[in-house]
Nanobody
Framework: QVQVKEFGGGSVEAGGSLRLSCVVS?????????LSWFRQVPGKEREGVAV???????VYKHSVKGRFAVSKDSTENILHLHMNNLQPEDSAMYYC??????????????????????WGEGTEVSVSS
């Protein structure tokens, strides 16, 4: 059974930094994953923040480019989201999503949530002004 678990949320002041981590486990036979971070605030749709394809291609939401960075542990299925210069509008519940896939990304924005089968329960990020 595939499990997705996020870590690292918390509260920071504007301009601060946080690192989120996501562990995908339970499917050792899957070698290729499409991994993504989404976020959602109450009353709004969940939006893609960044996606990492199995071939290493990364696509960011426009508003986080230059502030957020995705990395992946080379030996484990651990995805990180490094968030710098956080702003109050970044406050949200952040979710990690995973889909077994070798597909690459040609779009300029992260893919929609319907593409992802496995989801974590989320970790909250709060940024105060």
């Amino acid at each position: 059974q595939v499990q997705v678990k996020e870590f690292g949320g918390g509260s920071v002041e504007a301009g601060g930094s946080l690192r989120l981590s996501c562990v995908v486990s339970g499917a050792p036979w899957e070698r290729y994953w499409l991994l993504s971070w989404f976020r959602q605030v109450p009353g709004k749709e969940r939006e893609g923040v960044a996606v990492l394809t199995a071939d290493g291609h990364i696509v960011y939401k426009h508003s986080v480019k230059g502030r957020f960075a995705v990395s992946k542990d080379s030996t484990e299925n651990i995805l990180h989201l490094h968030m710098n210069n956080l702003q109050p509008e970044d406050s949200a519940m952040y979710y990690c999503a995973a889909e077994p896939s070798r597909a690459t990304m040609t779009a300029a924005t992260p893919p929609p949530e319907r593409l992802f089968k496995y989801w974590g329960e989320g970790t909250e990020v709060s940024v105060s002004s």
